[in-house]
Structures are given as C-alpha cells and as structure tokens.
C-alpha cells in the first residue's frame, strides 16, 4: 500500500523539536510473540494513568483483553486498530482523537505527524510492513508503533519494543528515531490519534485596557470656569 505524501518537508520557518516527557518503550521479551497491540497501549497508559511498564503488568493487561474479546479472536491473532481504540475508550479511559482503521484513508497522517510539534499528541501506528523500519525484527509484517515526538532533522521518536536493539536488552528501552522515509517504507496502514498528555503553553491574550473614567468637574455658581492641568503625575483642578 503507498501512502499518499501530499507533504514531504516540514513547513515551519523554525526549526521544530518536541518529544513527550518520560516516553519509555516496553520491549517485546514477554514470550507471546503477539502483544505489539497491549504493549503501545501499555506505553501510552504508563504516562497517561501511571500504569506499570513491565511483562507482569503486560501479562496481566493481555489476559483482559483476550477477556473482553479484544485480542486474538479466532482467526485473528493479535490486535487490529479498531481493537486498539475499543481498548482505549472502553476500558482505559481515554477517547481517541482520530481512528483510521487498516486500508483507510491515510492522506492526512503525514499532515497529523508534522502537526506534533504544535498538538503534542501521540500517535498509534500500525504498518504493515514493519521489517522495513531501521533495526526491527527481520520478517515482521503487521506491527504497532508509538510516536511521541518530531525533530526537524531526526524524523519522530517513536516506541518500537521489536528492534533487534530492545530485544537483546529486554524491559524498558528508549524511543528510536525514524524519518518519514523510513515510516513510509514500514508501509503505515492505519492509525490512533491520542490526546496530549503534556498540552502546549497556550500564549495568554494581552489585558483589555480599563475603560476610561468619567470625571465631572464642576466650578462655584457664577465663578470662573474650572481649567484642568496635569503638575507632576497628579491632575489638579484650578478654578
């Protein structure tokens, strides 16, 4: 599946450069061999809920989806995006800001990724040709990704617990580089937008300015007329 590049450099006059505090990628050591799915959930509700990052807690988090029927249903291994975001908005909480399910449209994700410098939010990707991504597992075809963060020159920081790197390492890895090139090439098929989970200082707008006084001056019957004049930083009135 090609996706469509309507954007292939990055529009800022500035450059750009944001990644989400604390982002951590669990590795894919657990033994299943089918838990890409629980595992970007699990990195995303670690910062989100504070959730443990560990296989004890992934063990745990693969049981209640196979449970409520999230996750290897028959003949159908793993987790599919919709899965994913069935997971996330009925059980864990949060509401997916977008869902883009496998073969849909994926015209905007190229324009959703520039966008992260400025939204903060973290993106589930699912590609479908993951063995293509620098390091992964060779043979790896469909497979689930979290992106965090966006480098004008370095690409998105992404959690991949399925590089050959975070396999020999095991636990918790940190989050790799990719450039878009590389992202297309994994062939992405599909996606999750999520909510920010450290917003973006928002510029306050400048204070109205107090509406002016009213100031009514009136001189003694008959008497002269009042003149006001300013002597220092005080208004005096001489009549």
């Not at 003949?75 to 864990?92: C, F």
């Not at 965090?148 to 690409?155: L, N, Q, R």
């Not at 450039?179 to 200082?201: H, K, M, R, V």
């Not at 008959?222 to 009135?237: F, H, I, K, M, S």
Request: net charge negative; with cysteine; charged share 15%.
């Amino acid at each position: 599946m090609t996706v469509p590049d309507t954007t292939t450099t990055f529009t800022s006059a500035s450059p750009v450069h944001w990644t989400q505090p604390g982002l951590a990628a669990l590795t894919e050591t657990d033994g299943h061999g089918d838990t890409c799915g629980p595992i970007v959930l699990l990195d995303y509700r670690h910062l989100a809920h504070g959730v443990p990052l560990d296989v004890t807690t992934l063990d745990a988090a693969r049981a209640e989806l196979i449970r409520w029927g999230l996750m290897d249903a028959p003949g159908l291994p793993g987790m599919t995006i919709q899965q994913l975001a069935a997971a996330l908005s009925q059980h864990y909480q949060v509401e997916p800001i977008k869902v883009v399910g496998y073969g849909g449209d994926m015209s905007a994700f190229h324009n959703e990724l520039e966008r992260l410098g400025d939204t903060h939010q973290l993106v589930i990707v699912l590609h479908t040709d993951a063995a293509k991504l620098p390091d992964n597992q060779p043979g790896v075809a469909n497979h689930f990704t979290l992106i965090g963060g966006i480098d004008s020159t370095e690409g998105y920081w992404t959690c991949n617990g399925d590089t050959e790197t975070a396999l020999r390492s095991g636990g918790v890895t940190s989050p790799v580089w990719y450039t878009w090139a590389q992202l297309e090439a994994s062939q992405p098929a599909g996606y999750i937008l999520l909510p920010a989970l450290d917003p973006p200082a928002t510029t306050p707008p400048p204070p109205s300015a107090p509406p002016a006084a009213e100031v009514t001056i009136t001189g003694a019957p008959g008497g002269p007329e009042p003149v006001v004049t300013l002597a220092g930083n005080r208004w005096q009135v001489v009549l």
